[in-house]
């Protein structure tokens, strides 16, 4: 299912699609993708300029968690993206508090965030999504960046040039034809951005997730995608395909 233009109805519309996505992202990884013992949980927001997060736990508060590496789905061959930044650059937080999402289940290995329009509404929404990001990475949580809007003029180069400069300042552009961006970040002492920029009617690759520094799982996001269309309202499809709203009357 290629990716649709979601800026074609309005960011109240988009929540219910991007919450559905959400759980099946989910669901699709506790579906025999994680190790033993890890579980991705979908977490509710902790204030109005946060978006949704899906946090990959260990069950083991104490100790440094280790995978299982029977499986073979965890992996620890380098990912294969169009392009990769690598930095050992130490990252300054601009904010002296720092963000921790927890629960119960204990400590976070990893979050996958779906952006929404209102992390990029305002400069103080942007400036809020890029420093939790800046810090879950200090905190040597994995994350994976999911970003289905073009850049606006508070990230000119979109989402990942503005989160990729607190860490290390250096030039990105957007190949021809590509405004919309897909990004795997991998903390620990060396931080690598693996990097998909996609396009409005383009699939969805499947995008590595980091639970360790070395080891990752594939996230899957067209199947999940398509699925979560799939069992979209067939109005709400109608409206992001052609972007014209039901108007009151109308069959």
């Not at 899906?54 to 073979?72: F, H, K, M, V, Y």
């Not at 607190?166 to 990097?195: N, T």
């Amino acid at each position: 299912m290629p990716l649709h233009d979601w800026t074609r109805v309005p960011a109240g519309l988009y929540h219910d699609f991007h919450q559905s996505w959400s759980i099946r992202i989910k669901d699709a990884l506790n579906a025999g993708r994680l190790p033993h013992g890890i579980s991705a949980l979908v977490e509710q927001r902790s204030g109005p300029l946060e978006s949704d997060v899906l946090a990959i736990e260990s069950r083991n508060r104490s100790a440094q968690w280790e995978p299982d590496t029977a499986g073979n789905v965890v992996t620890q061959q380098p990912p294969v993206t169009r392009i990769v930044r690598r930095t050992s650059k130490e990252i300054y937080a601009g904010r002296a508090n720092r963000i921790v999402v927890r629960h119960h289940l204990g400590q976070i290995l990893a979050i996958i965030e779906i952006v929404s329009p209102g992390n990029k509404d305002s400069r103080v929404a942007l400036s809020d999504f890029v420093d939790k990001t800046v810090q879950f990475l200090r905190q040597r949580i994995h994350i994976l960046i999911i970003d289905p809007f073009p850049p606006t003029a508070r990230d000119p180069l979109g989402i990942h040039k503005a989160i990729w400069d607190q860490v290390e300042d250096e030039p990105f552009e957007f190949p021809a034809g590509k405004d919309r961006i897909l990004v795997s970040y991998q903390a620990g002492d060396e931080r690598a951005a693996y990097i998909e920029p996609i396009a409005v009617g383009d699939f969805l690759p499947d995008m590595p997730l980091f639970l360790t520094e070395i080891r990752h799982v594939p996230v899957p996001l067209e199947s999940t995608y398509q699925a979560t269309w799939d069992a979209t309202p067939e109005e709400l499809r109608r409206a992001v395909e052609s972007g014209v709203l039901p108007q009151p009357g109308e069959e």
